[in-house]
């Protein structure tokens, strides 16, 4: 069973910067395609980014791009997502998440397999 562990979130002021991390120990993370979702207070979860296996080939919601940067570190277990810029509307918690039924950066929430336990995300002066 693949284990998450996602961390790095934080109170940072408006245009701030951020850097969150997820980590395995449990299997290799260069098998699974990794996303990242959030989830706002009386709002859905929805998807932030996603990258391939490789790490050749990203996306990422309108509201982020140019924003936000995902990547990932296979020799190390690890994938990222830097914020920049960050409005108080990106406030909610952050999950990543782990899917290897694909090997292309598609991020469905009801087909990503494996979930980290969130980090907390607050854009506020």
């Known amino acids: 069973q693949l284990q998450l562990v996602d961390s790095g979130g934080a109170l940072v002021q408006p245009g701030g910067s951020l850097r969150l991390s997820c980590a395995t120990s449990s299997f290799p993370l260069d098998g699974y395609v990794i996303g990242w979702f959030r989830q706002a207070p009386g709002k859905e979860r929805e998807g932030v980014s996603c990258?391939?296996?490789?790490?050749?080939?990203?996306n990422y919601r309108d509201s982020v791009e140019g924003r936000f940067t995902i990547s990932r570190d296979n020799a190390k277990n690890m994938a990222y997502l830097q914020m920049t810029s960050l409005k108080p509307e990106d406030t909610a918690v952050y999950y990543c998440a782990a899917r290897n039924t694909t090997t292309q950066a598609m991020c469905i929430m009801t087909e990503m397999q494996h979930w980290g336990q969130g980090t907390q995300v607050t854009v506020s002066s």
């Open positions: 990258i391939d296996k490789s790490g050749d080939v990203t």
